[in-house]
């Protein structure tokens, strides 16, 4: 296996590709019932101590690039993963997500959407230093086109499937993410070294900005609302607030917990804890993540074949084993691949989630036995 490559040709290598499937020749309810069972797992597992469960996760990359901007075929490209997700075998089931980039936040500072082809949108930095942030005063985020947007989605797949299927909120950045996006980059890390108060002052306005949109969101979507959302494995029986901090990155872990520690947290006190995310290699800051209040899911990938630079498997291991913290393992791989990195994250008292991307239902049915009969 050490031959095996990152595949830069694949544009989306945790994808599925889908053919649309309209909202009438989708049965909510057959769906419903389905995700409800799965749910119950979930119920379980959350309130063990211990445990394993496998999720197949229907990502569908025209969704998550330049096609989000239509909500019709969003959905409908959404609806028929959900509807080949019931032939493979996993514990967790797959949600709807109104996806409309990442920029709610850079919006509300009067961002506009740049949309290069097929790719997402995205946003310019609008400020060269945290000062010039901080005299800026932001719309609310559901004042913003963008905002509007992700509401208006959210109220067409709820409309569009009797409110029936489990749903997240639109992607969410942490704090970090979101400040980061704002300020020209040089500028916004040499403001972290140099004027971290101004910073975490920043950090803390971009806090309750987003977490009054997540609120709003929250109350559209109702008793459908899965948690933590987005990229992580989510469930109505679980807890905390997914977001995506890959800043923290470019940030030795002292310095992140220092100036990014306090948002996260207060992030979470509005959902009942956070599950934290970041792209790449960022196992020098389990224990810093691990330590922070309200931590229940963190998030990583552990193939080659995932990220380019997958996390080593020793210090999420030695880190969560014990804690009570969930580990969203992403995994794309052949089953020898999965199988071999499973039985070096397991562990007592390990909370995991595998993710698994197999082609097939033959080979999904395989793995999840494997999973379930062989390690555990």
Known sequence: MDTIKFDTSNA???????????????????????????DEKCARFRDSSEGILVHRRFRVPEVFAGKCGDMELSLSLQLSALQSSVDYAMDVPNFLEPWYGIGAVPAAYGADYVWNGDLAPATMPLFKTVDEALAAEPKEIE???????????????????????????????????????????????????EDPDSVK???????????????????????????????FSSSRNFSGMGFSDDNSIMLSPKTH??????????????????????????????????????????????????????????????????????VN???????????????????????LIIVTYCESSEEQKKIHEAIHESIC
């Open 257 to 326: 917990e220092e100036i990014c520690g306090d948002s996260m947290v207060r992030f979470g006190q509005a959902f009942g804890g956070f599950a934290f995310h970041c792209c790449g290699n960022w196992s020098k800051k389990t224990e810093t993540v691990k330590a922070l209040s309200g931590v229940k899911t963190v998030d990583g990938a552990f193939t080659i074949r995932t990220d380019p630079s997958p996390n080593p498997v020793a210090p999420f291991r030695d880190s969560f084993a014990g804690s009570g913290i969930c």
């Open 201 to 231: 002052k920043l950090l803390e306005r971009i806090t309750n900005l987003t977490v009054r949109f997540c609120k709003k969101q929250a109350a559209m979507i109702g008793e459908q609302l899965v948690f933590p959302g987005h990229g």
């Open 12 to 38: 989306d290598s945790q994808g599925t590709r889908v053919e649309p499937l309209s909202p009438a020749a989708f049965d909510a309810e057959k769906y419903a019932g389905y995700a409800a069972a799965l």
């Open 329 to 351: 393992a992403r995994m794309v791989g052949s089953r020898e691949e999965v199988i071999e990195k499973v039985r070096e994250l397991q562990k007592p008292g390990m909370k």
């Open 143 to 193: 004042e913003t086109p963008v905002g509007r947007h992700i509401l208006e989605m959210i109220e067409y797949f709820m409309e569009s499937t009797g409110g029936k299927i489990p749903i997240s909120l639109s992607d969410v950045q942490s704090p970090l993410d979101s400040t980061a996006a704002l300020i020209e980059t040089s500028e916004f890390y040499m403001a972290c070294l």
